[in-house]
């Protein structure tokens, strides 16, 4: 059984940061985050080990710590178009699972 905590999300006025946590459970691996705006398809962010989105490049920054078995993004210069909820990707015994997401509001 994979379990996924995400974390962090909120409302912020723009050019405002936020930090999103996804913490995995056992041997799982988180892949990244990815986003899903009000009436758009899900797309990607961010990847690990560091690939970016074009729309997120230079704002956005992706990392881990092994020991927590947890993923972060450090979300910079936020616009009201990142609004949308994330979520995290994790892939355990070669399937892919998705954290409940979090809901991100950019807005002044």
């Known amino acids: 059984q994979v379990q996924l905590v995400e974390s962090g999300g909120g409302l912020v006025q723009p050019g405002g940061s936020l930090r999103l946590s996804c913490a995995a459970s056992g041997a799982s691996t988180v892949l990244g985050w990815y986003r899903q705006a009000p009436g758009k398809g899900r797309e990607w962010v961010a990847l690990i080990p560091g690939s970016y989105a074009d729309f997120v490049k230079d704002r956005f920054i992706i990392s881990r710590d092994n020991a927590k078995n947890t993923v972060y993004l450090q979300m910079n210069s936020l616009k009201p178009e990142d609004t949308a909820v994330y979520y995290c990707?994790?892939?355990?015994?070669?399937?892919?699972?998705w954290g409940q997401g979090t809901q991100v509001t950019v807005s002044s």
């Open positions: 990707r994790v892939r355990f015994d070669g399937a892919d699972y």
